[in-house]
């Protein structure tokens, strides 16, 4: 139980062009959805937390506007990055909590999404 | 905010040893400590937790110990193997369901 789907898994794109991200729990139903940025060699960074049928919270520094988030159910997050540029660049990890999948304050991670801005 | 400190960065054991890897958090009020093991390109994956009520837990050849006054928490792996090979996050939170703070990483090799 408590499975994290995330796709695509890997996109390359040219800049100024958006990409979206989708991210799924399979096995449950996840009230909570947060979005990470993981450069290399680096830590996890909250992006944003999202929780279904309301706005996302963005960290300090995370720009709405360029990085939109919608959770319009349990089980389905997507990102959208916005006129990407080089800089979006990195590896985007969603992850989830919620009912039935486990522990409520357990996070249950998807495989990544690698992005490159060409 | 809360913060997480963890150190190593990176840590080489010979296999068999043991490996210890240290966080120290900020805010008084967090009351989960999960662990996180990372291979290269793929998802973290949890690998133990532990909450504020208790100072020790113990899963095989893992365990987290927690000390609330000092506000930090180990990880401990004993007879470590090759395949214990990976970077490893420490996190903490103050509520459930909440934001998890990331420790920096470590970067765990075991030489066979």
């Known amino acids: 139980g408590a499975v994290v789907s995330q796709h695509p898994s890997r996109v390359i794109c040219k800049s100024g062009t958006s990409v979206k991200i989708e991210c799924r729990s399979l096995?449950?139903?996840?009230?909570?959805m947060f979005w990470y940025r993981q450069f290399p060699k680096q830590s996890l960074m909250l992006m944003a937390t999202?929780?279904?049928?309301?706005?996302?919270?963005?960290e300090q520094g995370v720009e709405k506007d360029k990085f939109l988030i919608n959770h319009a159910s349990l089980t389905l997050s997507t990102l959208t990055v916005t006129s990407a540029h080089p800089e979006d660049s990195s590896f985007y990890i969603c992850?989830?909590?919620?009912?039935?999948?486990?522990?409520?304050?357990?996070?249950?991670f998807g495989p990544g999404t690698r992005l490159t801005v060409l | 905010g809360e913060n997480v400190e963890q150190h190593p960065s990176t840590l080489s054991v010979q296999e068999g040893d043991s490996a210890v890897i240290k966080c120290t958090y900020s805010?008084?009020?967090?009351?989960?400590f999960p662990w996180y093991k990372q291979e290269l390109g793929k998802r973290p994956q949890l690998i133990i937790d532990?909450?504020?009520?208790?100072g020790e837990k113990k899963d095989q050849r893992i365990a987290v110990t927690l000390n609330k006054t000092a506000k930090h928490f180990s990880l401990h792996i004993t007879e470590t193997q090759p395949e214990d090979s990976a970077v490893y996050f420490c996190a903490a939170t103050n509520n459930q369901g909440g934001k998890l703070i990331f420790g920096q990483g470590t970067e765990l090799s075991v030489k066979p």
């Open positions: 805010d008084s009020a967090s009351n989960y």
């Open positions: 992850s989830a909590t919620g009912l039935g999948g486990g522990r409520t304050d357990t996070q249950y």
């Open positions: 999202s929780n279904e049928g309301s706005k996302a919270t963005y």
């Open positions: 096995d449950f139903q996840a009230t909570t």
């Open positions: 532990i909450r504020s009520n208790v």
